[in-house]
């Protein structure tokens, strides 16, 4: 079995696809829960799934996964491209996942508010469950994923020659011919046989 290396694209690709499907599955858990005392909740508990408190963490999840899956097909250049869109939305999905686990309270005062018809936050009592702190991982390692591929990039290989339509084919004594689409691109029938039969 050949040993995965950390630039080598199956590596890559594997640790970005794990972690974009992790951040993708933890949408909708439940992120924070807490209480709030309002006027119009009354005491009561609340519960805020990823989608509720960070909003942008399933688009994101989306970009980083397909960007990380066209590095796989494309050329060297939008390969580049492609592993530079996956480490923004790594940092970008960090940044926004940091917010709720570094500040619970806050993430939920906002759903907590809506759900009272206001704008702004109310105070809660507010923890975060594990899942911030698992997607905090999986944003890590989605930006390792990118740097490793941006090292890696330029020793990996596209699809290969073997997806490509040969353009000719073998004729008689080992020359090269044009292939049937050859001969239809130039307004031949390749149907047609020129030999004749002679008796």
């Given at each position: 079995m ?10 890559v ?16 858990r ?17 519960d ?37 869109v ?13 917010q ?20 702004g936050?109310?105070?809660t009592?507010s ?5 911030p702190?698992v ?11 990118a ?9 990996w290989?596209g699809?290969?020659a ?11 004594r ?18 047609a ?7």
């Amino acid at each position: 079995m050949r040993r995965l290396r950390p630039t080598g694209k199956p590596f890559v690709v594997l640790l970005a696809l794990v972690a974009s499907l992790v951040l993708l599955a933890s949408g909708g858990r439940t992120w924070v829960s807490g209480t709030v005392d309002d006027a119009v909740l009354g005491a009561s508990r609340i519960d805020a799934t990823g989608t509720e408190v960070a909003s942008g963490v399933v688009a994101l999840a989306l970009v980083a996964l397909a960007a990380a899956v066209a590095s796989t097909t494309s050329g060297p250049v939008l390969r580049r491209i492609t592993l530079a869109v996956v480490a923004l939305a790594a940092i970008a999905e960090g940044f926004v996942v940091a917010q709720v686990a570094f500040d619970p309270s806050g993430a939920l005062g906002s759903v907590a508010a809506r759900s009272a018809g206001r704008t702004g936050t109310l105070e809660t009592h507010s923890t975060a469950t594990a899942w911030p702190w698992v997607d905090l991982v999986a944003c890590v390692l989605l930006l390792v994923a990118a740097v490793g591929g941006w090292v890696g990039a330029p020793g990996w290989r596209g699809l290969g020659a073997r997806y490509e339509t040969p353009t000719t084919t073998a004729g008689p004594r080992g020359q090269r011919v044009g292939t049937d689409w050859d001969r239809l691109d130039a307004g031949e029938d390749p149907t047609a046989r020129d030999d004749t039969r002679t008796t």
